[in-house]
């Protein structure tokens, strides 16, 4: 059963084999293809034999001027293959001086897909497509010189390459390698040979006996000749691709002096590790190199490839700049740092998060709800931008954790370890000017705009304490006393002086207000001002020619100079003062260190007020470089220093050069400097003394982590306005244009910038990515419009059919049409179809020629068939064929505008759905119009929408959004609530907005103007409520006839639209809700001859689960008796929203139950305590409650073992059941007991069509009738007890009961539904005041009836789904629709339509209130006067309802799907369970309330894992999620906030588990494979195929020290397949060890034995003892196996009834839990054998999971979560 060997693991033709055996240990390629004969292989161009002295043999030269026309190929012909299958390519070559190599591989994969794998120093960056790989070849020299940056150095040495092929093809393109077809070296280089080979050797070490190494040396013949005596790495380079920083980390890296050069390998676009050769093994950095330059000449960092690369709009790409930010230098010996933490997120990711006292809140229940739409809708989430008025002010925090810069008008707060933001909202107008107390309590601000006004803020909440305006019109410098009670600012009074003001600020934080204290004005230049630490009553200033002390006394505020002497004439421009070690200097020895533009730093004395040391900053130019290398104080040309920052022990200094230098306090020597890619503005060192952070006035901050050497870029951002913005759905893609020329691409995820595009000549317009490939479109001042390659960063074509700039830009949704328009009134169609997207047709005059550029100037419907614009004229809107360009409506909105005396002019379109079929037109008198796309009527209005024209508007996919750009602010309307008393407005922005949209996933807003703005929508969505088109199983509910007026057109029953608080309604799409998982709702019953009839949509809202044998169906189950019960129900998660009318609520007596599967659960709601009722054998499908609440009638479907359905009468307070009855063979519908409590009446479903009475005092069948159509409702009249009325296909069915002794008759009467009624069914009902009765139909109508007359009188639209419930107090009725709506309506007055007859209208009858929940309602019980209850929807979430507030509170939410995991976190406070909706929800464990929500939208989440307690930090809780995509997300428990998704996968993840010291993460797929990634970088270093062919089912990994297994490690981790395999592994990942332990098979079981349904196969490690391993899984006997690791062998059996679905192991105790697909759980002591055997579950128990303490059991049946008590033995 176990082997030692991994022979049998992989299986292949023997043909392969012996491929790999002839081609073992390696492969001289020259040599067997006979290279030198230039029969098999090929040369071209100057190719010739020459030696080599180095290496002492001959070599092959390859050198000219073009590559491509000088190369060796081999083998000759491009239709033959070399057929070598090792996996590693041995390349021994030296690149030739000053020249440009490439090398070419051609590699075959499993399945024959040739792709090209590519290495050159001409590649500027990485670049990958679907069969093509190119990597950058970048040579590192300490040459200063940055022209010969990509040029081979002089010097170069004979390189050691050694390629992966294997790795590269898994981690590039997710492809399995198989074998080598060809090679091509071109010019220009020397090459020794080709070798390749299944083994990874060690070039340093040859010859050595390989038993005793841990390594494999290198072969004698491939071995390069050393000297004796010297070192390999002194004369030779080792480059190693994909390199040990792409699997796992090496040990601790090595110093060395400097090589000759040093060579990156890697891609430059994208953050993904690259490979690194040196003389010495080094890791790789995605961050800036690090060099230390020599006392006497500073080492030049090379360049490497940036993420951002530039190009030309020109089509000609500027050089490529750096990775992760600026480039700095450093005095120390040379190393390369490790990379910093890459934290991505998928665009399709949203967070929900629920109040909770333990975890953190991220977002309010979007189910709290207003009246109309969330208040507020919206909620700043991020923003991309830095500066604004000025880039000077960036602070650190106190605690050095964050940093607080301005971003326009808004202040932004960033952690720079998380990446977090946090705002400050407020101010109408930029931000010049910030200050932060020492304590980090109080922030002080002021705004740009004259006055100028400040606002000081509580630091920790975000809360405004006060505003106030200053004496100074424009503030330009603010600065705080350490402790918070001063604050000084200077600026400009409105005569132009300089004016300082101090302000006492000491009770502000009290409740109190700001005082002046002091004002003064000064003839001299302030450029910077600062309160000392050490005195809050001194100041300091400096400026044009002065510095000056400060000082405040006596209410004023008096200055002195200081003596400058000689430095008199120097511009000042920033000033510190120097902090003691200590941190407690006397002021008698404090210095003030003061710069200025001409590179002087004066060191004053502020006691003496003299100069003590003055130094220059001076650049040194060495021959060949055009950029300083060497910082010197002496005479000279100086640098400008814009900005300086002291800590106890260092200088920094920010430069004109683009500089950032750090110096001892004595300026001897530079420490450390990093080069940026425009001016340093601002400096700022942290309190700790540790990282600098750095501003430019190119709009970048980042900082400098002295320790690490690494520079951090924090924000990019544009220089001047955005003017358009588009997003991009398959990458997650935001693009940008702005009036600084550029265009820029960002990650929407997390807000980083990918790439920058520039134009020196001509300024992009507008932009719009193509819909379908890496594209996107830019259209420019001059006209042209191009196209660029994400995936190049190139140009790809340009047109310049335009005369004028571009104001137009946008493609039809296929990608197949791209339009542009210019402000010359042209309008040019493209076809994208084609990749040259060749013009199709230029129309002149077309376009309004005056029209502004905007994302809406163009619109093109959403079904791409109709294209809108404004134009010719600015009075007329035109609506054309998107395809031929036919012009198919005019429409003139040129209507006299009263308050302006002008014609009305379009501003702006957008259309809506494709379903609705709206076009939407904003124009100048501040109106926006909805008109009909294809007749051009009007629909409606929105007026007085704002003060300003409207730029810009969007609709969202769902129409249930409009968002509109305003001035400089952004406004949402609800779109489709008529009872909408305005928009919501956002402010933020300091200009006008020039763009909205919402984000791909429709999970978020941006606004582009200032700077770009990224906002939550608060409201959940639910898929069945978005617009993509009616369901195929119904038909659209919006027919032409809805559009029109609503007034009587029938002589037999009026219909009219009910009058709401606004103005008309909007027509509205028919909704059909889509049945649930499983089936449509329908059974086989007994009368299988009665002819089935299809339930409206509107009411599958119960689906019997599937029948299953029940848990007494088998021998050997063990029932315990109730004293002795291992195991006690605690809680039960969720509700099912399957059910119908299946919870109940009594106010009065607080009694509330609800169902959960085959439980009744009864809950105690103010302490959350519950009961739990079992014994029905299927899921319970309705309840009812008797008058007296004395009694509770629950009722399920049929089960397997019984012919019919089980309606159990549950005693209220004891909990106990008296009577069990049946007689319905199918589900039973609906239950309802008489007003009197004498009578029960149970309905059958449209299968059975059984309506059945049952007396209460025996519960006996009194009468029982079966009906002639299927009836969906059924309700005793509350003032009759003899009536009885049903509803269903088109009739209302009243019965009246006729009792003559102990016997009842039924007497019925049965009425027609008028046709004005609407097609449909009724589906629902409730008696109002007598004699009405209220009626819903599946097509949103609500009639009314006079049950005394028998006809129907009265009818309105009540909502756009199918009423599913209503419920009535005397003049209010609440009804519930299947779109999630619950809607109250005033009632009062139909009593009196009554007597008008079909004379009556609706228009007395309004909507008073409307809630949104996120399912169809199912259930609700409300108290006497409607004005509280609790409503259940679909979704598995029971809300309660407060109509006086119109809230909705959640009380209970389960998971609305089957649950695939639980975990547990390391402190056992919270658990987390995700599901097949995608959705990952942590609950805290004490009272299982959900938490918060991780979704991802159409995806499956199918496996998920914890992150252990030895983590990092143990408040740095992650989980990890698989998904059936193939992709891997980590998520933040404490932020929560999704850190990284990758994609390790090409199929589904199956399982999913952290190492134990959660630093890798190990996966599990359907195919499977196991991959090995790091948890923190996302990379995944190791791919294991062992076990490939079967799905893994199972990885359990634990801590064990595994010497006395016979291996070593530290982590001992099984995978178990469906295969009945199990491998068991010993690994090291940190030392990249992973060996395996043992192999376990188990024989196949008969089919007849699984009924074709294997059962999966599970394993885990015995806590209680470390060397057994306990599976469970298909085999020839149904048992529990476990096996001894040490001894090799199986050392006990535990038989089982049923084979087990899920298994979980006690760590306490020794217990075994296991799930049956028998709906059973089964709980073993292993210590004495025994077991008992549990009920509850309504499903499969696919899940049972013990928590770490063994206090709680945690099942799941489908998606249902019932939590068990173990009690102790």
């Known amino acids: 059963m176990s082997r030692a060997g991994r022979a049998d693991a992989k299986a292949g033709s023997s043909s392969g084999a012996m491929a790999r055996a002839w081609q073992h ?10 290279v030198d004969e230039w029969k098999r292989s090929a040369k071209q161009g100057d190719v010739a034999v020459v030696t080599d002295k180095t290496l002492k043999g001959a070599v092959y030269r390859i050198r000219g001027s073009v590559s491509a026309a000088n190369y060796i190929q081999l083998p000759k012909n491009s239709t033959q293959s070399l057929g070598l299958t090792g996996r590693y390519l041995y390349v021994l070559f030296r690149p030739l001086p000053n020249k440009h190599f490439v090398i070419h591989l051609d590699v075959s994969t499993e399945d024959n897909q040739v792709i090209r794998v590519s290495f050159s120093n001409l590649f500027k960056e990485f670049k990958s497509t679907a069969t093509r790989l190119q990597f950058p070849f970048v040579l590192e020299a300490r040459t200063p010189q940055r022209d010969l940056v990509g040029l081979v150095p002089h010097g170069a040495r004979w390189t050691f390459l050694q390629l992966d092929l294997q790795d590269i093809l898994l981690v590039y393109l997710n492809r399995r390698y198989g074998h080598l077809k060809s090679v091509r070296l071109c010019a220009s280089l020397l090459v020794r040979n080709l070798y390749t080979s299944d083994l990874c050797f060690e070039p340093a070490i040859s010859g050595a006996p390989w038993a005793k190494l841990p390594v494999t040396p290198m072969p004698r013949e491939m071995a390069f000749p050393v000297p004796k005596g010297e070192s390999w790495h002194d004369h030779y380079v080792h480059v190693r691709f994909p390199s040990d920083s792409l699997k796992v980390p090496s040990k601790p890296m090595e110093k060395s002096g400097s090589p000759p050069e040093a060579v990156l390998l890697g891609p430059g676009p994208h953050p993904l590790p690259c490979p690194v050769a040196s003389s010495k093994p080094v890791r790789f950095s995605v961050s800036p190199v690090v060099q230390t330059p020599s006392p006497t000449a500073s080492s030049q960092a090379p360049l490497a490839p940036r993420p951002f690369p530039e190009v030309s709009l020109s ?53 709290s709800c207003k009246r109309f739409l969330p208040d507020p809708i919206l909620r700043l989430k991020g923003v991309i931008g830095f500066g604004g008025h000025s880039t000077r002010q960036a602070l650190w925090t106190p605690d050095g954790t964050a940093v607080v810069y301005p971003c326009h008008a808004v202040i932004v707060v960033l952690l720079v370890d998380t990446g977090e933001q946090r705002f400050f909202l407020g101010h109408t107008d930029k931000v010049s000017a910030l200050a932060l107390d020492g304590s980090g309590s109080l922030l002080a601000s002021a705004q740009a705009r004259t006055p100028s006004v400040i606002r000081l803020w509580d630091f920790q909440t975000g809360r405004c304490l006060c505003v106030f305006q200053s004496p100074v019109h424009v503030v330009c410098s603010l600065s705080f006393s350490d402790s918070g009670a001063l604050l000084c600012g200077v600026g400009k009074d409105r005569h132009g002086r300089t004016m300082v003001v101090a302000w006492g600020t000491g009770q502000v934080g009290l409740g109190g207000e700001v005082v002046v204290l002091a004002k003064a004005h000064t003839d001299f230049d302030v450029q910077a001002f600062r309160v000392t630490f050490f005195d809050e009553t001194r100041m300091a200033s400096c400026g044009q020619g002065s510095v000056r002390l400060w000082r405040l006394r006596g209410g004023a505020l008096r200055s002195c100079p200081v003596d400058l002497g000689e430095h008199h004439v120097l511009q000042f421009t920033d000033l510190a003062f120097k902090q003691a070690r200590d941190g407690c200097p006397e002021p008698s020895a404090a210095m003030l260190f003061v710069c200025s533009r001409s590179g002087h730093i004066l060191e004053i004395d502020c006691q003496c007020m003299v100069v003590r040391h003055a130094r220059r900053l001076l650049p040194t130019q060495t021959l060949g470089g055009p950029h300083p290398q060497k910082q010197t104080f002496s005479t000279g040309p100086g640098i400008a220093i814009s900005s300086l920052s002291l800590s106890p022990a260092m200088c920094a200094v920010g430069s004109a050069d683009g500089y950032l230098r750090l110096w001892p306090l004595d300026f001897s020597s530079v420490l450390l400097e990093a080069e940026h890619e425009g001016p340093v503005s601002s400096v700022c060192v942290s309190p700790d003394g540790l990282r600098v952070l750095s501003a430019t006035s190119s709009g970048h901050l980042g900082f400098l982590d002295t320790p690490s050497r690494v520079y951090h870029m924090l924000a990019r951002s544009h220089t001047a306005p955005v003017l358009a913005l588009a997003t991009e759905q398959r990458r997650g893609q935001l693009a940008t244009v702005s009036q600084d020329r550029t265009v820029r691409i960002w990650d929407l995820a997390t807000l980083q910038q990918l790439y920058d595009f520039t134009s020196s000549e001509e300024a992009p317009c507008t932009v719009t990515f193509h819909p379908t490939r890496p594209i996107f479109f830019c259209g420019f001042s001059s006209g042209a419009v191009r196209s660029f390659s994400l995936e190049a960063a190139e140009v790809l074509v340009e047109h310049t059919c335009h005369q004028g700039a571009i104001t137009g830009l946008t493609a039809t949704p296929d990608g197949r049409l791209l339009f542009s328009s210019c402000s010359r009134g042209s309008l040019a169609q493209y076809n994208c179809a084609d990749p040259q997207w060749h013009v199709l047709r230029v129309a002149a005059d077309m376009v309004w020629p005056d029209a502004p550029a905007s994302p809406s100037t163009l619109a093109v419907s959403r079904d791409g068939r109709l294209l809108a614009f404004v134009g010719p004229s600015r009075h007329t809107v035109t609506v054309m064929g998107s395809a031929s360009l036919d012009e198919l409506l005019r429409v003139d909105i040129g209507t006299l505008d009263l308050a302006s005396g002008r014609l009305d002019s379009a501003m702006a379109v957008c259309f809506g759905p494709a379903a609705l079929g709206h076009l939407l037109v904003s124009t100048s008198s501040n109106r926006v119009m909805v008109l009909d796309a294809a007749s051009g009527c009007i629909i409606r209005e929105l007026p007085g929408v704002h003060p300003e024209p409207c730029s810009s508007l969007m609709l969202s996919e769902d129409a249930r959004f409009l968002l509109m750009a305003a001035g400089r602010a952004v406004k949402v309307w609800d779109y489709t609530t008529q009872a909408n008393p305005g928009p919501q407005v956002y402010i933020g922005h300091s200009e006008p907005v020039q763009a909205v949209t919402f984000s791909p996933d429709q999970q978020q807003v941006l606004s582009a103007g200032d700077a770009i703005f990224l906002w939550d929508i608060l409201a959940t969505t639910e898929s069945d409520q978005r617009f993509p088109g009616p369901s195929p199983a119904c038909e659209a509910g919006l027919g032409t006839g809805q559009l029109e007026d609503a007034a009587s057109r029938a002589s037999e029953l009026p219909r009219q639209q009910v009058p709401k608080p606004s103005q008309a309604s909007p027509p509205r799409l028919g909704i059909c809700a889509r049945p649930p998982e499983g089936g449509d709702g329908t059974s086989d019953t007994k009368n299988s001859g009665a002819p089935r009839t299809t339930c409206p949509a509107s009411h599958k809202a119960f689906t019997p689960a599937r029948a299953s044998r029940g848990p007494h169906s088998a021998k050997g189950t063990s029932l315990p008796p109730a004293s002795s019960e291992w195991l006690r129900l605690k809680a039960v998660v969720g509700y099912s929203g399957n059910g119908r009318a299946n919870m109940v609520w009594r106010p009065d007596t607080g009694f509330f139950a609800y169902t959960c599967g085959r439980l009744v659960v009864v809950e105690d709601l103010h302490s959350g305590a519950q009961q739990h009722w079992p014994g029905h054998p299927a899921e319970i499908s309705t309840l009812a409650l008797s008058h007296s609440a004395q009694v509770l009638a629950s009722a399920s479907g049929r089960s397997s073992t019984t012919d019919h359905c089980q309606i159990r009468v549950w005693d209220v307070s004891g909990g106990l059941c008296q009577h069990l009855i049946s007689h319905h063979s199918t589900t039973v519908l609906a239950l309802a007991f008489s007003p009197d409590d004498r009578l029960l009446v149970t309905l059958g479903d449209h299968d059975g069509r059984t309506l059945a009475l049952w007396g209460t005092a025996t519960y006996d069948l009194v009468s029982s009738t079966r009906l002639p159509e299927p009836v969906h409702g059924v309700a005793f009249n509350p003032w009759d007890a003899g009536e009885l009325t049903c509803v269903g296909q088109g009739t209302v069915t009243f019965w009246l009961l006729q009792q003559r002794g102990a016997d009842i008759s039924l007497q019925v009467h049965r ?3 008028p046709e004005t009624v609407g097609a449909g069914e009724l589906t629902s009902l409730c008696y109002g005041a007598p004699p009405l009765l209220y009626c819903g139909t599946s097509s949103g109508q609500v009639c009314v009836w006079d049950t005394r007359a028998g006809r129907c009188f009265l009818s309105w639209e009540a909502d756009d789904g199918g009423i599913g419930l209503l419920l009535c107090s005397s003049s209010r009725l609440v009804s519930g629709s299947s779109t999630g709506r619950l809607r109250l309506w005033a009632v009062g007055p139909v009593s009196e339509l009554r007597c008008k007859g079909s004379g009556a209208r609706s228009s007395s009858v309004f909507m008073e209130r409307e809630l949104v929940l996120d399912g169809a309602v199912v259930s609700a019980s409300f108290d006497g006067s409607v004005d509280m209850g ?32 639980v975990v547990f976190g390391p402190g056992e406070s919270h658990c987390a369970t995700c599901g097949e909706d995608g959705s990952v929800r942590v609950w805290a464990l004490a009272g299982m309330e959900l938490v918060i929500q991780f979704q991802v939208l159409n995806q499956s989440c199918l496996c998920l894992a914890w992150s252990p307690r030895c983590c990092g930090h143990p408040e740095q809780q992650r989980l990890a999620a698989g998904y059936g995509d193939g992709s891997l997300r980590i998520f933040s428990v404490s932020r929560t906030a999704m850190e990284l998704k990758m994609h390790p996968h090409p199929v589904a993840l199956t399982t999913v588990t952290f190492s134990t010291d959660g630093q890798t993460v190990l996966s599990g797929d359907k195919d499977g494979l196991v991959a090995v990634s790091h948890s923190r970088t996302g990379m995944t270093f190791r791919v294991l195929s062992d076990h490939q062919g079967a799905a893994i089912s199972t990885i359990c990994v634990t801590w064990k020290e595994c010497e006395d297994l016979g291996v070593e490690g530290t982590d001992l981790w099984l995978a178990a397949s469906g295969d ?21 098979s188990f024989p196949m079981p008969a089919t007849t034995e699984t009924q074709g349904h294997l059962p999966p196969s599970l394993a885990a490690f015995c806590p209680w003892d470390g060397a057994l391993l306990m599976y469970v899984g298909p085999g020839v006997d149904k048992e529990v196996i476990i096996y001894d690791l040490s001894q090799k062998q199986v050392v006990e059996k535990i038989p089982l009834p049923f084979f087990a679905m899920s298994l979980s192991l006690s760590p306490g105790t020794r217990l075994l839990a296991l799930g049956f697909a028998e709906c059973m759980l089964r709980l073993v002591d292993c210590a004495t054998g025994t077991a008992q055997d549990f009920a509850g579950h309504n499903n499969a128990v696919h899940l049972c999971r013990f928590t770490p303490s063994a206090r709680l059991l945690f099942t799941a049946a489908c998606n249902e979560i019932l939590v068990w008590e173990v009690s102790g033995r």
């Open 25 to 34: 240990p390696f492969l001289n390629v020259f040599r067997h293809f006979r």
């Open 315 to 367: 089509q000609e790409r500027s050089e490529a700049s750096n990775a992760d930010g600026p480039r700095f230098h450093s005095l120390e010996p040379w190393a390369r740092v490790k990379a910093s933490d890459v934290h991505t997120a998928a665009a399709g990711t949203h967070v929900l998060t629920h109040e909770s006292t333990e975890v953190p809140v991220a977002l309010e229940d979007a189910g």
């Open 1311 to 1313: 009425e027609q539904v």
């Open 1430 to 1461: 609790v409503v259940g929807t679909r979704a598995g979430t029971l809300w309660f309802i407060s109509w006086a507030e119109g809230t909705s509170t959640r009380l209970i939410s389960g998971q609305r799907s089957k649950v695939n995991e």
């Open 1620 to 1640: 009945q395999r199990v491998s068991v592994w010993a690994s090291d990942w940190l030392r990249n060890r992973c060996e395996l332990v043992d192999w376990l």
